[in-house]
């Protein structure tokens, strides 16, 4: 396992067209978390799946994104009529699941969205 | 306001110095994990720790939860060192993140 995965890399679209963003994490990692981060802040939560149960999103996040993890496997984070202020980098982290809070989260190489 | 403050926003060392990056928080935490984010995006765990001290080759990373701050410290500086450091707090399997810390190792 060469861990966590995320496509596309880059993505350019423009304002008003959807999107959508695929993250697959380590194998024997349960939880699952997106993040956006935009030009120097740090990572700011979006939501957080336990296999394929969302368990926490953002008050933050408009209803113009929805994520899933349908077989608590790989997740899909889509947003709706994009606009330029969603331009930023997505990133994707797992964690195991084996209860401890020592287990440090694991992150994929993002997906950086360009809203034109 | 963000639960999770870093100082120095911005370091610049000369190679072979000893440096300090902090974190302070504001809030009950499970844990602390120290990020390390190279140009390009990609970040790297360093440690989670949720007491005492951790040493991993030229990195050592303390926390004291009472006082509600951790530090990052980087012995024999080296230019590959230059990163942004990000500090991340654990809150009921929520990480909530500091700002970042820019390091620039001069040669």
């Known amino acids: 396992d060469t861990g966590v995965s995320q496509d596309p890399r880059h993505k350019i679209t423009k304002r008003g067209q959807n999107v959508t963003f695929r993250c697959d994490p380590i194998s024997e990692h349960n939880r699952l978390y997106w993040y956006r981060q935009t030009l120097g802040q740090g990572p700011e939560f979006l939501t957080y799946?336990?296999?394929?149960?969302?368990?926490?999103k953002s008050r933050l996040l408009s209803d113009r994104f929805s994520a899933e993890r349908p077989k608590g496997s790989f997740s899909t984070l889509e947003i709706q009529r994009t606009e330029q202020g969603d331009s930023a980098m997505y990133l994707c982290a797992s964690r195991p699941a084996d209860g401890s809070s020592y287990n440090e989260q694991f992150f994929g190489p993002g997906t950086r969205l360009t809203v034109l | 306001k963000n639960e999770v403050e870093q100082s120095p926003q911005n370091l610049t060392a000369q190679e072979g110095e000893f440096i300090t990056i902090n974190c302070s928080y504001s809030?009950?935490?499970?844990?602390l994990h120290w990020l390390q984010q190279h140009p390009g995006g990609g970040i790297v765990s360093l440690f989670m720790?949720?007491?005492g001290k951790k040493k991993h080759g030229r990195l050592i990373a303390t926390i004291n939860i009472q006082e509600k701050h951790s530090s990052l410290h980087i012995t024999a500086s080296h230019p590959r060192d230059s990163a942004v450091y990000i500090c991340a707090v654990l809150v009921s399997n929520q990480f909530y993140f500091g700002t970042g810390t820019s390091l620039t190792v001069i040669p």
């Open positions: 809030v009950g935490i499970s844990a």
């Open positions: 799946f336990q296999n394929e149960a969302q368990l926490e």
């Open positions: 720790l949720s007491s």
